[in-house]
Each structure stands twice: as structure tokens, then as C-alpha cells.
């Protein structure tokens, strides 16, 4: 293929504004590039050379002066109206340095386009709709339409924005995009129509495969989810399902911003596994199975989304919120987790064993439903954690709204600013407002309500471990604001009350020298045998 000179090599732009869009230092200059129209003949030397772009791709004008080629499909042979698969062409238009544009109108694909190795391939729709074939009609591999480089030859710099993709016909659904990008990797505005009722794998998988890469998926769009497995054409060929939106080979800085996923029945975004940074940065993300938002990596953040569960399906059978794991640093802020059809341990967030530390920051979980159901849950291997300014409102059968698990880490975990509120049941024998089971924990101006519903008798706080700190806290719960099977605990300067007139805190024989000191302890301690208490200037109205 004949190629246009540009002054210089490619240029590579900063990827430093917020909506990680490149930075231009300049006007665009349409004399740098060419633009590709004519037919295809056989091989590429029957495309012919213009310089005057055509009305429909002046929407991308913006990005000319990145590629020295530019190419309106349709005026090269692509079948804009959904007739003829469009593979064809795109094979004879693969080059590197290059921009596809697809003009308004409907794309058929029936197999497979696959490009790699390249410095710098980009591919964008005006108004355009893919149109995938059906499980059935698919021709090779029914995995993916776009392939744009692999974890052994990447792109360095890949760009894919604006389309829809129609996958409402019986039978359909497939990876819209797969992508592995060394440097840049830009993806927007891609909405996908239709449940993936295939069974293939989900619509978008990104990876960037060097640390100091960057890329934005931003406005990719899954709404109406995907079937599971085994309601598929290709039941007995995967696990479960699709998963939604999936990076877990991630090296760079990968930012999904402003995605909705869901529900989907393996993961709605699975972004972990590898050591570079996640932001989820916004977005909405609802009902998937296994969890809703999973993230790992290093210092990666999930900020101010949107995670619901509405609803369940009969296969469903895990639907947590928020997993983080497979990483250290991670941050969650400002999320708002709302729970009306709970499943059984669909934990709201969850801290898993993988998770060497974490910060759960100015979040709000709202849990209601009639089965039980968990708040933040840390589990027995995970590491630190700080749970700062979160309110959980907790109206379930029954329940933690926080549980740290048991475990031999030396990681504190430490509450503050945290409030529990709402009337949950006793199901399962979870009645406690806090379960803390593991040593070293602290718990700095927490506000703690259970008045459990209907009667039934719950706690507000039981510690299990060593070394437990309560500092300036409200404690009211049905039953004891504070029971104590531990050892070495202190409450301090501290409200406890219980709404059924028993004690503030109950010591078992287990507990050994626990404190409470400066405290208001109403109707006192219930002692069934603690050793060496330490009380000192409570009062007891």
C-alpha cells in the first residue's frame, strides 16, 4: 500500500487530562496524512489515494494528524447495510499507522479480524452498529470480532470509539473487542444492545502490558448482561457464563470510567491479577453473579460507582458488590452499594484473602431484603484495612454489616467514623452489628444502632480477638451493646446502652483482662467469669 510521508516518526501524545483523551499542542494538519478511498481489488494495490476526506469521517477530524493514513471503509467496498460481512475489507486495510473509519450505517461481521504487532491502529464508528452473526453462522474461533494485539505482539497505541453493537437476534453475543496495548489504549462510547445469549466469551477484555503504559475504556456499555451457560448454544463449553468487562493481565494504568455492566453470570468487571494500577472511576453495575466490581493490582482505586442488586436469577447464587483482592493499596471511595434482592453471602464488600491492605472511604452500603446478608466482610488472610466515614444501613434476616474473620495476620483493621444503623433479624445466628474476630483491631468514633427487628435480640459489638480498642463510641443495641470473649481489650470514653434494660457489656470466662474506663455503662457489666477487669471512672446510669 502506497503511504503518505509525515515529518518525523509517529508522534506518541500525553494521555494527562482527566478523561485521559490525548493532549494536542496545535491545529490539525489535514497535509500530514492521506486519506484512502476507492475499491478493493485484489491484494492493496487497487486502493486508491486522495487528500480531501470525506463528509462522513470530518466527526474524527480531531485525530487525522495521529495517523498518516486515514480510510473510510465504505468507500473502499464495506457494505454499510448489514448484508455483507465487512471482515473481507478490513483484512485488505490492516496496516500500521492507520485510522478505519466506518460512516453511519450497519456492519455484519461473521468472523474474526485480528491484527497485531503494530505501532499505532485505530478504529472508530459515526453512528455505526455492528451486526455479529449468530453462534451458528460464525466463521473460525466465535470468540471476538476485534483482535487488536495479543499478550506476546501488542499494539502500542489502540484506539476504538463509537459504535453500537446489535446483538438481539437469537443466538448472539461475542467479545466485541479484545485488546493488548503497550503504550496508549483509548476505547469509548461502545453500547452493546441485547442480551449475550451465545455463550461465548463477554464483550470486552483490555490489557495494558507495560508499567509505565496508560489506557481509558470509558463509556463501554453492556446494560442487558448475558445468559448463563447452559441456556446457550454452547452449553457444556464454559463455566457459567461470560464475564462482563475483563482486564487481568493488567501491567500499566487502566481506567474504566463512566461503564455500565450487568448482569452477567461470571463477574460484570473482573479487573485483577496483575500488578499494575485499576480506576474504576464512576459507572453503573448491577445484578451480576460472583461479583459486580472485582479489582487488584497495586495502588488501584474504585471510586464513586453505582453497584446494585435488584434482582436474582435461579442459577445465581453469589452476587457480591465489590471484591477487592491480588494487590495491595487498594482504595475504595465514595461508592454507594444498595442491596433489595440479597443472596446468601452476596457480601456488599468484600476484603479477601489476597488483599495485603485496603481503604474503604465515605461509602455508603444500604443491605435490605429477607435473607441473610453481609456488610464489608475481611477475610481470615486478608491484610490492613481502614474503613473511614461509611455509613451501612443493615435491614436484612440477619448478618454482619462488619466481619473480620478470624485470622493470623498481623494487619490491624481500623473503623472510624462508621456507622451502623438499621433493624435486621438473628437468621444464621449473625445478630451482631460488629463481629470482630481477629486481634489488634480498633474501633475510633464509631455509632453503632441494633434494635433488630421484631424483637429479636441483637448486639452491637462481639470481640473474639486480642487487643481490642473502642474510643469515643456509641454503642445501643436489643440485646448487649458490648460482649467480650477476648482478651487485653479497652473501651474508652465510650456510650454504651441497651434498649432492653441489660447490661452495657458482657464479659464471658474466656475474657481476660479487659478495660473500661471512662465510659457510660448503663445497668453496669455482666460478669460470667471474666478474669483481672479493669474498670476505672465509669459511670453506670
Sequence with gaps: MQRSNRDGSCRSRSTGREDGRPARDGPISRSRRRFLQGTVAAGTAGIGLTSAASASTDAYGEYYDDYSTVVDVTDVGADNTGNESVTPVLEELREDDTLLVFPEGRYYMDEQFRFTGFENFGVVGENATLVPADFHEFDGPQYRLFRLGV?????????????????????????????????????????????????????????????????????????????????????????????????????????????????????????????????????????????????????????????????????????RAIRVEQGRDIQVYGAAVNITSPMPTSHAISVMHSCESARIEGTTLDIRGEDVNHGIVCSPGSGEATIVDTTITHETSGGYPLWIQDSDSSGQVLAEYLTIDGQAGEDGGFRDGIRCERDNCRFNVVDIKQQGRSGVDRNAIVNTGEELTVYRSNLRASKYPYIDIGSGSLVLDSDLESSSGLEAACLYASCDSPSLKDSRLVNGIRNFGASDITTWKNSYE
Excluded at 464483550?203 to 442487558?224: A, L, Q, S, Y
Excluded at 500488578?275 to 495502588?299: L, P, Q
Design 151 to 319: 499478550s506476546s505482539r501488542p499494539g502500542g497505541r489502540v484506539r476504538f470509539e463509537g459504535f453500537d453493537v446489535d446483538q438481539r437476534a437469537p443466538d448472539t453475543g461475542i467479545r466485541t473487542i479484545e485488546t493488548y496495548a503497550s503504550e496508549r489504549l483509548e476505547v469509548r462510547d461502545i453500547t452493546v444492545y441485547g442480551q449475550h445469549d451465545s455463550g461465548t466469551w463477554g464483550p470486552g477484555m483490555f490489557n495494558i502490558t507495560e508499567p509505565d503504559g496508560r489506557g481509558i475504556v470509558e463509556r463501554f456499555r453492556v446494560p442487558d448482561g448475558a445468559a448463563w451457560i447452559n441456556n446457550t448454544p454452547n452449553a457444556g463449553n464454559n463455566w457459567r457464563g461470560p464475564i462482563g468487562i475483563e482486564a487481568t493481565l493488567n501491567e500499566g494504568t487502566l481506567t474504566f470510567r463512566r461503564c455500565w455492566v450487568g448482569p452477567f453470570p461470571s463477574n460484570g468487571l473482573y479487573a485483577a491479577g496483575g500488578n499494575g494500577k485499576i480506576i474504576v472511576d464512576g459507572g453503573w453495575f448491577w445484578d451480576s453473579n460472583g461479583a459486580n466490581v472485582r479489582v487488584g493490582g497495586t495502588h488501584s482505586e474504585i471510586r464513586w460507582p453505582t453497584v446494585e442488586i435488584k434482582s436474582s436469577r435461579p442459577e445465581d447464587t453469589i452476587q
